[in-house]
Nanobody, 122 residues
Framework: QVELAQSGGGLAQFGGSLRLSCAAS????????VGWFRQAPGQGREWVACISGNNEVRNYMESVKGRFTIARDGAGVTLQMDSLKPEDTGIYYC?????????????????WGQGTQVTVSS
């Protein structure tokens, strides 16, 4: 069992930056595929970014390309969010699957973080 703990997020202004972190309790995520998803108020959960378990593949949803960066940071994974826009507002979730590919479907991931709020003001 893998328990994911998220940190970071909060409030940012338009054009600002925030950084989200995802770590596994007592484990390293180094061989896990990790995906970030978000859910805006009244909307379904959408995929944002992912990194494969072997680090060879990183993908981003079109609207965040060039602004968000997913990276491994020691035993965890971060999502650096720059040039934030109000439409980036939502609850962000990290997810993990052992030695997986960079998959955009939420059903692929076995483990989920608790979610963290990101609010971008205009």
């Amino acid at each position: 069992q893998v328990e994911l703990a998220q940190s970071g997020g909060g409030l940012a202004q338009f054009g600002g930056s925030l950084r989200l972190s995802c770590a596994a309790s007592g484990k390293t995520l180094s061989r896990y595929a990790v995906g970030w998803f978000r859910q805006a108020p009244g909307q379904g959960r959408e995929w944002v970014a992912c990194i494969s378990g072997n680090n060879e593949v990183r993908n981003y949803m079109e609207s965040v390309k060039g602004r968000f960066t997913i990276a491994r940071d020691g035993a965890g994974v971060t999502l650096q969010m720059d040039s934030l826009k109000p439409e980036d507002t939502g609850i962000y979730y990290c997810s993990a699957q052992y030695w997986g590919s960079c998959i955009t479907s939420a059903t692929f991931y076995d483990y989920w973080g608790q979610g963290t709020q990101v609010t971008v003001s205009s």
